[in-house]
């Protein structure tokens, strides 16, 4: 027998699943998050799972995620940190790329850098654009570099020289001094934790990985010591950004590489529940209560992207933020969640957001004193909340004052309290579908065939509708959303990657260098992977090249067969085809060539069926409630069902209501409803004739 | 009955922005030039069938916006727009019609439904190379400043234009690159009419009345914001580094803004006349970026469109240097053109106080060059910004772009594409001007040049004799400054570099905002 346990520790809640790796029993656990010492609140969760289960021994593994070194990097409470660059380069991180992100505002500011101007060390090593040495390091320049950091009492160093990516050797040389000069300050350097050309992006990454390093060691290490006094002995991995988990030994290395663990941890989970039903398009659809967050998955995959923006002066506004450059699952996010305020603005249209009532003084029916409508507001008055049900029934919404608010707002656009609540939640609807629609086409496929998944609060509440403007038949709910992100780290697989640049014309290609190249990338692989227990035959093998034309600064990706060395045809044949899929055309007379090589290993990437360990069955009542119905623009009684009276196999129709503590699923269309066996809700809409 | 109210025009606006940042999106992946990817140096815009803005790209150069309407309508009148065909791409780098310099290119595409034209797909973008001098204020004649593509089609429903493309390629130093660009234009506009004609069937709505529905909107919205501000008649002059022909050597340009009820303009009556060197700005420029100045401080925050524009006029005199007449050179006009945000603040200062700003160190700072390594050719063309002006209620940033939008190169793909070695690039701290909101600070950049191959070199600095001045009694930016082997340069120009030269650029430090207490 095997346990396996997922801790997510998010900005509200630390929560806990523990498995039983046979039988796919799950055990839940919530606690607040504790931010003096985030292990107390892990520790009460522990224990609360091991106590429902009985045993600490067999507990094989834990998987970790967490928004901590996101919220530091964002307070700033990170180390003093200090960089070391190459000469006249220290600016770099005041210069940025000298772009305005909003063109019409003459006001704009721009966050200030992790690292004050006197900790940024400049030093004359350099090598040129090819990597060749134009000046060798100095070790008594790197030496005096040193033991200033020293009496600064700097607690991070991080290197970023230029022309790293291309040769290495500079940064390696300079850390392994400092290592020796500066005994237990970690060092960070620029071609390790970004390796991308762009001194810019990759320094920023770099200061900022620098920043939370000691930080993230100390609470790992901690972690890890809390967990053996618990009696817990197995593996502890960490969930990172890119959906896979890496050893706790490695996060310690690059902690930049987990700020999206917890919304990668939720993607996950919503990519297994869909596998298990067969679908290969999914849409993840989150929704809390200041944003809302989608993914778009095919075959099992989610899209990644490589630029992710931190500590944005404006929230939404892209280019306010710093840069990491960091392989991420790739959220779709929009500011708008059931805190989201409404406004007409002085176009004298109703807009929703990214303004949030936060829960003080929140929408206007929590009674708090706001006045504001938000979109929970709308919820209620469009029947998709019970107003004695809200939160389990701990909170009380008051229907009076989401009317007060919603007909005030209205008024001045000639809308009345009804219509505008549905402007509202059209509004919200139409731009997360909007969003996502782009995601779908950029990459050539078509909507219908997607199946949207719905997690999060206010995800099931406005799933359906979502999934109606794109034209998606099929939503699921799966069980235990509320611990979502833990569930995906149960399925997350162990995953390293290779990948080096090596730009040339395909016409030049050297088909036996190309495949040594990929064989000894793939040993590396295997001796990673297999430290962490998985087994080398176990490893699932992927190859892609990144190609152009020359002369070209963006590249497109070209996946290839991992199996064998692809030929100069195959290679041409596959980017033009791919090139036509993005761009429309291809460029008469334009030179393939291949720039950057990707080969990674994946092992345990499987589907799980979940099944929940206590297995009491609720018995509620169905009851009525008045909801709103589109089709009819009217309100119309629907019944209300209690999701944990629902067995299996139970046949529904919509338009419905199904609601558990967390959440509610509304049903506002035409369609047929049905429990799955192993407890997922799946709405499948009525075609409707277009 | 009309579809369209509070709820379905906030929904429908937000998605015509979305597909034209889209299709903006898939320009920068398709282009081959750094000006495109690493500068920025483009704008993609969607009009309706008259020619009139709609939206356009979020990330977009001010000049831009404004002038590629008027380009469409140019196509529409030199071809007609009943001999425009599905598939056809038009294409122009017309000074006075374009953006007001040969090296940006302009490329629009009808959008047909069914047989009707909808509207035009746009897009501007600054061209790798467009032959001729290098850019260069020293520059007399337009002849000098390049290849010039009148108004042509460039795709004939589909078919490519064979003699045009290979004029083009014959007439550019880097063909391939120079081409690519335009390919990857012709697909912007491609896929932003198939993206757009693909949300009107979706959601059956009439464009022309959406347009009149968002037109208005933002019109209204605008007027309101004219209308809140005092009426009255102010005057504002700048000087600018000029050529000695011109007295004291230096450019004035002198701004007459006049707010009356909901209608603000600006005339430019008692500027410098045009001149024999390329720093002349087309009446198309100059009213972008005086209609960017009033926007921005008027209404920063309505979705920009044609709307924007109709409760503005601008005037400046025929033969002066912000209307100058045909062929006088005009390739460094953002020298001149990027002074008109500041004239206009200082013009408006008294009405309208604290939301004004001091003057920047920055208009348009440039480097180009230009040569062979090995048997290859290469060109680059890169930005500078400066400091930015103390005022609208915080200090001047520094080391920004303004007003135009062109991010930097950076130092490691400069160092890729030509032989020099960029020794430093730092924030020259303490040039800003002094004042309760300090104006912010410029950049300086050195670089050594190691190219076995001499090297043609062309450098666009401004403000070397004419610092940034102040506002409400805030101190002057330090001035630019252009040094080659320990030589200042008193003005901008074309030099040959040679292996171990070094070159040190300074911009100039923003104005400064207010007395200090």
Known sequence: ?690 | MSKLNPIATEILWTRLVGIVDEAAATFVRASFSTLVREANDYAVVLTDRTGRNLAQSSQSIPSFIATLPETVRLFSREFGIESMRPGDVFITNDPWYGTGHLNDATIVAPIFVQDDIVGFAGVVSHLPDIGGRLRNPANRELFEEGLQIPPLRLLHAGEEDKVLIRMIRENVRVPDETMGDIWAMTSCVTSLGLRLVNMLNETEIDLDEFANDIIGRTEVAMRDAIRAAPDGTWAYEIENDGPAELKGGVVVIRATVTISGDIVSVDYEGSSDQVNLAINTVLNYTKAYSAYALKSLFAPWIPNNEGAFLPISITAPEGSILNPLRPAPVGARGMIGHLLPPAIFGALAEPLGERTQAAPGSPSNNIQITSLSGRKRYAINAFLGAGQGGGAGRDGASAVSFPSNLSNTPVEVLENQAPIEVQSRHILHGSGGSGRFRGGDGIGMTFKFRGESSAMASFMINRIKCPAPGLFGGGQGKPAKLEINGNAQIASGSHVLSNGDLVIIETGGGGGFGEVK
């Open chain 1, 1 to 690: 027998m095997t346990l396996r346990i997922a801790i997510d520790v998010g900005g509200t809640f630390t929560d806990g699943v523990l498995l039983d790796d046979e039988t796919g029993k799950i055990w839940l656990a919530k606690s607040l998050t504790t931010y003096v010492d985030p292990g107390n609140a892990i520790a009460t969760v522990t224990r609360e799972l091991l106590e429902q289960y009985g045993t600490a021994k067999d507990v094989s593994q834990v998987v970790h995620g967490t928004t901590l070194i996101t919220n530091s990097l964002i307070e700033r409470k990170g180390v003093k940190t200090a960089l070391v660059t190459t000469t006249g380069m220290r600016d770099a991180l005041d210069i940025r790329r000298e772009l305005r992100y909003d063109t019409y505002d003459l006001g704009l500011t721009y966050p200030k850098p992790l690292v004050d101007r006197e900790d940024r060390h400049e030093i004359s090593a350099r090598l040129g654009p090819d990597g060749s040495e134009w000046a060798a390091v100095s070790s008594d320049e790197v030496s005096a570099v040193a033991a200033k950091l020293h009496a600064d009492k700097v607690g991070a160093v991080a290197v970023c020289f230029l022309h790293s990516p291309v040769s290495s050797r500079h940064e390696e040389e300079v850390r392994s001094i400092l290592a020796e000069a500066l005994p237990g300050v970690p060092v960070s350097i620029s071609s390790e934790v970004s390796g991308s050309i762009g001194e810019y992006e990759r320094m920023s990454t770099t200061v900022a990985n620098a920043f939370v390093q000691p930080l993230v060691k100390t609470y790992l290490e901690r972690l890890r010591s809390r967990f053996t006094e618990g009696g817990i002995d197995g593996r502890l991995d960490i969930m990172v950004s890119n959906g896979a988990f890496t050893t706790a030994v490695q996060a310690g290395e690059f902690p930049i590489r987990l700020l999206e663990s917890g919304p990668a941890g939720g993607v996950l989970s919503a990519i297994n529940c869909g596998m298990l039903q067969n679908a290969d398009n999914i849409l993840a659809f989150d929704m809390g209560g200041t944003t809302a967050k989608s993914c778009v998955a095919v075959n099992g995959r989610p899209e990644i992207t490589h630029t992710f923006e931190f500590a944005r002066e404006k929230r939404f506004k892209k280019g306010s933020g710093l840069p990491a450059q960091t392989p991420s699952i790739d959220l779709i996010e929009i500011g708008a969640g059931g805190g989201s305020i409404a406004k007409i603005n002085p176009l004298g249209l109703l807009q929703v957001g990214p303004e949030s009532a936060g829960s003080e003084p929140g929408p206007a029916c929590y009674s708090l004193g706001g006045e504001n409508p938000t979109v929970t507001d709308a919820d209620l008055i469009l029947g998709h909340l019970d107003p004695d049900g809200f939160l389990g029934g701990t909170m009380k919404l008051d229907g009076s004052k989401a009317m007060q608010a919603l007909a005030k707002l209205g008024s001045s656009v000639g809308l009345d309290a009804l219509e505008t609540a549905r402007g509202i939640n059209e509004i919200v609807n139409e731009n997360m579908a909007a969003a996502a629609r782009t995601h779908i086409a950029e990459k050539g496929l078509d909507a219908r065939r997607f199946t949207l998944i719905a997690t999060g609060g206010a995800g099931p509440v406005h799933a359906v509708d979502v999934a109606r403007r794109l034209r998606i038949r099929r939503v699921l709910c799966p069980i235990a959303s509320g611990v979502g992100s833990c569930l995906g780290f149960l399925v997350a697989p162990t995953r390293a990657d290779r990948a080096w640049s090596k730009v040339e014309a395909v016409e030049n290609l050297d088909r036996e260098t190309l495949a040594a190249r990929v064989a000894a990338a793939k040993n590396e692989i295997v001796d990673e992977i297999t430290a962490t227990g998985a087994h080398a035959n176990s490893i699932n093998w992927n190859l892609c090249v990144e190609m152009r034309y020359l002369g070209q600064g963006a590249n497109v990706e070209v996946v290839l067969n991992p199996a064998v060395t692809a030929s100069k045809q195959e290679l041409t044949e596959k980017f033009l085809e791919e090139y036509t899929s993005v761009f429309g055309r291809i460029v008469p007379g334009g030179i393939p060539e291949v720039v950057t090589w990707r080969v990674w290993g994946v092992s345990g990437e499987t589907v799980r069926r979940f099944e929940l360990g206590s297995t009491s069955r609720a018995h509620g009542e169905a009851t009525r409630r008045s909801l709103y119905i589109p089709e009819k623009n009217a309100m119309e009684e629907v019944e209300v069902l209690q999701r944990a009276s629902l067995p299996p196999g139970t046949k529904l129709r919509g338009p419905c209501i199904i609601t558990e503590k967390e959440s509610s699923l509304i049903v506002s269309h035409s369609a047929d409803v049905q429990i799955l066996d192993d407890g997922t809700i799946e709405v499948v809409l009525d075609e409707v004739a277009t």
